[in-house]
Every structure is written in C-alpha cells, then in structure tokens.
C-alpha cells in the first residue's frame, strides 16, 4: 500500500501537480472556507493524508473529509491513480465505508498505514506560482501587494510552526529555478 500512497501523494501534492491541485482547492473553497490562503495550506501541513473518497472526488484530509478535490476537475493520470488506490484496497479488504452526514458514501483505508505529509516547501511554491498567475491575468494585485500577501501568508504558517527557514529559502530556489521570480 506505501507504493500506491506514494503515487497518490505524487499525483496530487508532488511538484508538477501541487500548483493544480492548490489551485482547485483554492478557487472550489473561497467562499466556504476563511482566510482560505492560509487555511488550506495549513490543514495540508497539519494533518497526515490518507486515501478517503466521496462519491464526489478525492477526500486527502481523513479529519476534515468535507475538503474534497472533485473526480471532474482530476486529470486522466490522477483518475488512474485513484483507481489503482481503489484496486488495492478492494483486494486487501482494507476499508471502510460509511454514508456521510446529509448524504453520500465516504470510503477510506482502514489498516495500519504509513502516515504522509505535503511538503510545505511545495505548498509555499504553489501558493506564491498561484499568487503570481492571478495577478498577472486580472491585474488585480500589483506586485507590492502579491509580495505583501505571501510575506503574509508565510508569516502565518511560520507563527503555527507549520513551516521552518530552510523550507522557504527552497521554496524560493524553485520559484527561481521555474522563473516565477527573480533571484534577487
């Protein structure tokens, strides 16, 4: 099961996808979820991820099974992944189902499992590549006030001792290896 969670984990939270993956959560919980630029990121560096599914889409928080990253907004290689997950747990009987609160089935891995944990050098990365990106295609943000709110954000996980120094000085070698920013 450790080979499937790794693809999992890969397919959803690895560097070429987690930008996607934030991206979703961030646009699908705005108006759900407060301060959603810091709440988001802070669950993912909080709690371990564990393969649960809704008859909606992918559940990766077990304690907070209302996140869900939806099966329609997955690309074919993340619906393969969860697919395979799926196999593997339905041969090794190694699950549970139970319906939710207001309906739906809510499906997750019940043997003793390997805990794994997003990187926050990647969610740093994602949220400044994210941040980036909107300011740039509705020029709404200018560039003072993008850096203002990620310095925010940063700040945030920092206070919660979610994430370290080290984290963020590799976080900002990837946003200069993919020229986000400059290296100044």
């Not at 705005?30 to 301060?35: E, G, I, L």
């Not at 003072?144 to 996980?157: G, S």
Request: charged share 15%; hydrophobic share 40%.
């Amino acid at each position: 099961m450790h080979e499937a969670m790794s693809a999992l984990m890969e397919a959803f939270f690895g560097k070429d996808t987690i930008v996607s993956t934030m991206n979703i959560l961030f646009t699908d919980y705005v108006d759900s979820v407060s301060d959603v630029l810091t709440t988001i990121p802070s669950m993912l560096l909080q709690h371990a991820l564990h393969a649960c599914f809704t008859d909606l889409g992918f559940s990766p928080i077990e304690k907070n099974p209302t996140i869900v990253i939806l099966y329609s907004k997955m690309t074919y290689a993340q619906l393969q992944v969860i697919q395979q997950v799926c196999r593997l747990m339905r041969k090794m009987e190694s699950y549970h189902g139970c319906t939710q609160m207001g309906g739906g089935l809510y499906v997750y891995q019940r043997c003793p499992r390997e805990d794994f944990y997003v990187s926050p050098t990647l969610i740093l990365y994602a949220c400044n590549v994210i941040l980036s990106r909107r300011s740039s295609k509705k020029r709404v943000l200018s560039a003072v006030h993008k850096t203002e709110l990620m310095n925010i954000i940063t700040q945030r996980l920092i206070c919660n001792n979610l994430i370290n120094q080290q984290q963020i000085m590799e976080a900002r070698r990837l946003l200069v290896e993919g020229g986000v920013c400059g290296g100044e």
